[in-house]
């Protein structure tokens, strides 16, 4: 099973800043196969990247998303009140597919 | 626009079968790959089976021993089972719509919450 491990627990910014959020994952990871999610409050989560750098229908590209391998970021270039949230990465190339434990991304 | 909604009982006792259902429309079921997916109190999110178009299941390794899902494309609904409940399957439990076995989730029911307690 791939372990990903995401950084930092907790993110605390403000509006207008960069956020950049690490996904390690234990072993290789195809590009293909790496995507992000953001989950607010009582909500499912939303698809924002996949294939580590192609951003979901509809998603602003102020959500970039790169890496390789082992290391995968997701950048957020201007924090809007709504980018406050929780954010996951998630493997779909092996299974079981995982997801990081998440970054809470906080004022 | 592709909606799945999930249905079942909010409270299960220990050691019973829990039976969830999600429903699929805005999109043929019969073209993508059915997941259920569920995240326990505070915690991340762990997948835990998925259902092809074909029929063919794929389990977590770690519930593949108390779990099944089914599709029944008439309906336009996939299903999950799962089997000896304890408190540690206590979780918002949702379904989510891939385009393939190893693909990403890009749509997502809005979750049902699931407790065991006796």
């Known amino acids: 099973e791939i372990v990903l491990t995401q950084s930092p627990g907790t993110l605390s910014l403000s509006p207008g800043e960069r956020a950049t959020l690490s996904c390690r994952a234990s072993?290789?990871?195809?590009?293909?196969?790496l995507g992000w999610y953001q989950q607010r409050p009582g909500q499912a989560p939303t698809l924002l990247i996949y294939?580590?750098?192609s951003r979901a229908a509809g998603i602003p590209d102020r959500f970039s998303g790169s890496g390789s391998g082992t290391d995968f970021t997701l950048t957020i270039s201007r924090l809007e009140p709504e980018d406050f949230a929780v954010y996951f990465c998630?493997?779909?190339?092996?299974?079981?597919?995982?997801f990081g434990q998440g970054t809470k991304l906080e004022i | 626009q592709v909606q799945l909604q999930e249905s079942g009982p909010g409270l299960v006792k220990p050691s019973e079968t829990l039976s969830l259902s999600c429903s699929v429309s805005?999109?043929?079921?019969?073209?993508?790959?059915w997941s259920w997916i569920r995240q326990a109190p505070g915690k991340g999110l762990e997948w835990i089976a998925y259902?092809?178009?074909?029929?063919?299941?794929n389990y977590n390794p770690s519930l593949k021993s108390r779990v099944t899902t089914s599709l029944d494309t008439s309906r336009r609904q996939f299903s999950l089972r799962l089997n000896s409940l304890t408190a540690a399957d206590t979780a918002v439990y949702f379904c989510?719509?891939?385009?393939?076995?190893?693909?990403?989730?890009?749509?997502w029911g809005q979750g049902t919450v699931v407790t065991v307690s006796s």
């Open positions: 998630q493997q779909y190339g092996s299974s079981p597919y995982t």
């Open positions: 259902i092809s178009s074909s029929g063919s299941p």
């Open positions: 805005g999109d043929s079921i019969s073209s993508y790959y």
């Open positions: 072993q290789s990871v195809n590009t293909v196969y």
């Open positions: 294939g580590a750098s």
């Open positions: 989510a719509r891939a385009r393939g076995g190893r693909s990403y989730f890009d749509y």
